[in-house]
C-alpha cells in the first residue's frame, strides 16, 4: 500500500515526463489496447480502460501541442479518460506516443497512434462573428461552442488621450462566453467611423487570431414626440389619481428629473408626486403572457434605437411611508423606498405582427435585457438607478452637491445628469411596428427582517422617451 501511494504521488507530479533509455520495458496486454480518442474543441478526449487489481497502475501521453511545446498528461486506473489540450485550428492525425506504467514503476514499450482535434473557442468564435454599427458606437457578436476556453479582446483604432496619437485603445477583455455573446460598446471618442480590431488569447496571454473591421458606421437617432409619432399602452392595471398626482399623462410632459416631485415637496406635499405608476400587478407573468405588457405602437415600421426610462432625481427619500404606516395612499402604493417601484428585471422586443397585445414574445425580436441583482443594498451601486431618491444612498456629493436636490439651486438642478436606463436596442437595420416591454422584477429593500416592500407588484416611471434611427433628410 506504502508503494502504492508512493508511486501515486509521483505519478501526479510528473515524475514520468522523462524516461531513462536504459528502462526495463515491458508487454502492454491487449485488452489494454483498446483506446479511442474523441475530437473536441481545442483538443480530444482519450479514453482507455485499466482495471483495478492489475499490474498496471497508469497511462502516459505524450505529443506536442499548437505551440510546440511537448505535453506529457497522465492517467491512473481512478479514471478512464484523459483530456489532451493546447490546439487552436482543427488538426487530423497528431501524432501521441503511449506507455504504461507498472507496479515497479516501469514504463510499457511505446505505443504509436494519432488524434484529431476540432477548433478551439478561440477560433471556432470568428467563423460567425460580426462587428456591427451601434448607437454612437459598434457591436461584437459571436457564436462559440458548448467547450469553451480564452479570451476576447476588443479594441477599437482612436486617439491615446495621454500621446495624442493614434492607438488602439482597448473596451474589453472578457471570457468567451459559452453559446455566444453580443457586446455593446459606445466609445468616448465621437467618430463617423470606426475601425474595429477583434483578438482572442487562450489563457496563458498567448495570442491566437486577430480580425480587422475598418469603417463601421456610428449610428445617430432622433428622439419620437408623443403623441404624434408613437402611442403607448399598458395591458394591465394603472393608477390615475389626481390628489396623489398619479397618470400617465406624466410619461409624457418633458419632465425628466422629477421637477413636478420636488415642487410638491418645496409645497409640503410629500404624498403628491406628479409621476406614472403601473399596477397593482404589473409585473409580467409567463403564465398570464398577454397581460401587463408595455406597448409602444410606432404608427409605422422604423428601426428602433432606444427607450429610456427616466426617474427621480435623489430629493432625501422623503414621503414614501413603510408598510402599515398611517398615511393617506390607496392600495399601499409606496410602502418603502422608491427604488422598490423602478424596474430590476426587464426586456424589449421588436415585432411587426398584427396584434401585439396577442403576440407570443417568442417570436418577437429581442432588442435589450436588464438583469440586475434585486437586492438594492447589495446591487444598488451597479444599478443604473444607483443615484435616484432613497433614505440612505450614500455619496451624493459626487455631483457636487452637500444635499438632496430637493434645496438645489435651478442652475445645479438643470445641470443634472438624470437618473435614466438607457435601453439601447440590439441593431440589425430591422424595422419594426410595434415596441413591447415587460417588467419582471423591481429593486427589493428587503427591509423589516425580509419583508419584500413590494409586494403587490407596482411599477414606477417618471417619463418614457423613445427613440430611433435617425432618418436621411
Given amino acids: 500500500m506504502l508503494r502504492k501511494l508512493l508511486f501515486l504521488v509521483l505519478f501526479g507530479g510528473g515524475f514520468f515526463a522523462c524516461k531513462d533509455d536504459d528502462e526495463i520495458l515491458f508487454e502492454v496486454p491487449t485488452e489494454f489496447r483498446k483506446i479511442h480518442f474523441d475530437a473536441m474543441p481545442g483538443g480530444a478526449v482519450m479514453h482507455y480502460y485499466l482495471p483495478n487489481e492489475t499490474e498496471i497502475f497508469g497511462v502516459l501521453v505524450r505529443y506536442t501541442n499548437a505551440w510546440g511545446e511537448e505535453q506529457l498528461k497522465s492517467g491512473t486506473y481512478l479514471s478512464d479518460s484523459l483530456v489532451l489540450d493546447g490546439f487552436t485550428e482543427a488538426r487530423t492525425n497528431v501524432p501521441a506516443q503511449l506507455t504504461f506504467i507498472n507496479r515497479d514503476m516501469a514504463e510499457s514499450e511505446p505505443i504509436e497512434m494519432t488524434f484529431d482535434t476540432e477548433e478551439s473557442a478561440t477560433v471556432a468564435v470568428f467563423n460567425n462573428l460580426s462587428v456591427n454599427a451601434f448607437w454612437g458606437g459598434f457591436n461584437v457578436t459571436y457564436d462559440a461552442p458548448e467547450t469553451v476556453n480564452g479570451i476576447i479582446h476588443v479594441f477599437y483604432l482612436g486617439t491615446n488621450p495621454l500621446t495624442h496619437e493614434p ?47 475598418a469603417g463601421i458606421p456610428s449610428l445617430s437617432m432622433d428622439t419620437l414626440s408623443y403623441p404624434d409619432d408613437f402611442a403607448f399602452e399598458f395591458t394591465g392595471e394603472h393608477l390615475e389619481n389626481v390628489e396623489f398626482g398619479f397618470s400617465q399623462d406624466y410619461l409624457f410632459d418633458g419632465d425628466k428629473r422629477g421637477d413636478g416631485r420636488r415642487a410638491h415637496l418645496l409645497a409640503g406635499e410629500k404624498y403628491k408626486y406628479s409621476t406614472y405608476v403601473a399596477g397593482p400587478n404589473a409585473f409580467y407573468d409567463a403564465d398570464e403572457p398577454t397581460q401587463n405588457r408595455f406597448i409602444l405602437d410606432l404608427k409605422k415600421e422604423r428601426v428602433p434605437a432606444a427607450v429610456n426610462l427616466y426617474a427621480f432625481l435623489y430629493y432625501g427619500g422623503s414621503g414614501y411611508p413603510y408598510r402599515n404606516a398611517d398615511y393617506p395612499l390607496p392600495s399601499d402604493v409606496w410602502s418603502g423606498y422608491y427604488p422598490t417601484r423602478l424596474p430590476a428585471k426587464i426586456h424589449l422586443y421588436g415585432t411587426n405582427a398584427d396584434d401585439p397585445k396577442s403576440v407570443d414574445l417568442s417570436t418577437c425580436a429581442h432588442l435589450f435585457t436588464l438583469d440586475d441583482d434585486v437586492v438594492w443594498e447589495s446591487g444598488f451601486e451597479n444599478s443604473w438607478a444607483k443615484l435616484t431618491d432613497h433614505y440612505s444612498t450614500p455619496n451624493y456629493n459626487i455631483w457636487g452637491m452637500n444635499g438632496s436636490y430637493l434645496t438645489a439651486t435651478d442652475e445645479e438642478l438643470e445641470a443634472a445628469p438624470p437618473v435614466m436606463l438607457n435601453m439601447l436596442c440590439n441593431y440589425t437595420g430591422a424595422a419594426y411596428r410595434y415596441l413591447i416591454f415587460v417588467v419582471e422584477d423591481t429593486y427589493d429593500s428587503l427591509r423589516g427582517g425580509g419583508q419584500e416592500e413590494n409586494q403587490l407588484q407596482y411599477v414606477t416611471i417618471n417619463e418614457l422617451e423613445v427613440c430611433i434611427k435617425a432618418e436621411a433628410e
Fill in 167 to 213: 492607438d488602439s485603445i482597448l473596451m474589453a477583455s472578457v471570457p468567451i462566453v459559452e453559446g455566444g455573446d453580443t457586446l455593446n460598446f459606445v466609445p468616448q471618442q465621437v467618430m463617423d467611423s470606426i475601425d474595429v480590431v477583434v483578438r482572442t488569447d487562450d489563457y496563458r496571454g498567448r495570442r491566437v487570431k486577430q480580425m480587422v473591421v
